[in-house]
């Protein structure tokens, strides 16, 4: 059984992500800095997703740093002089502001897209069966809500092949197609 990805699933990915969250936020998000629709199609429909991956890192790092000066804000505006944070600290701000806001879930359930294209990046390169398969099924969600019906059949073939392996053939299938996750 071959394991599929690389270029071609990145880039599904990165234009499912952009016709899942375009009218959302991203055309707009996109729109600040792109001044034609070529420029911003160039980013939510790529061609290649190394010019996708480029912007997404920047946007990334942007909504996190967002979350970080609001989260600061809030702790100073409440009287603390000093103030101590973690990731996970602004991660679990991010996640309140998403309970109670609509704008802040879908930039969060967004993000969480992102991160599944790191994940599957990291995964590629370290060839990390484990964290493949993980970010697989996470791919999948995306691909389900995105009628992207190819990669469906893919992805869940992939998963039941893998799942009803015998130990010995997930062994065997993991030595030749990946190397270890250290």
């Known amino acids: 059984m071959p394991v599929f990805g690389g270029f071609h699933l990145m880039l599904e ?6 016709s899942l969250f375009e009218t959302t936020h991203l055309y707009n998000i996109m729109g600040m800095h792109r001044t034609s629709q070529k420029a911003i199609e160039y980013v939510l429909n790529p061609s290649d997703p190394n010019q996708a991956n480029r912007e997404m890192i920047q946007y990334h790092l942007a909504v996190y740093l967002s979350a970080l000066l609001a989260l600061l804000e809030e702790q ?13 600290d602004v991660v ?9 806001n609509l704008q802040a879930f879908v930039i969060l359930l967004e993000l969480r897209f992102c991160e599944l294209i790191v994940m599957l990046q990291r995964a590629e390169t370290k060839s990390c069966p484990a964290t493949y398969c993980a970010a697989l099924k996470y791919a999948l969600l995306l691909c389900v809500n995105t009628n992207a019906t190819k990669y469906v059949e893919m992805m869940s073939n ?4 893998r799942k009803c392996m015998s130990k010995a ?4 299938h993991d030595v030749t197609s990946h ?3 250290n």
Do not use: H
């Open 92 to 100: 679990n701000f991010m996640v309140e502001r998403a309970k109670e």
């Open 169 to 172: 053939e997930l062994k065997m």
């Open 158 to 161: 992939f998963c039941i092949d």
């Open 179 to 181: 190397r270890n996750c």
């Open 76 to 88: 100073w505006d409440s009287g603390l002089d000093e103030v101590e944070l973690s990731p996970i």
């Open 13 to 18: 990915i990165f234009k499912k992500r952009g």
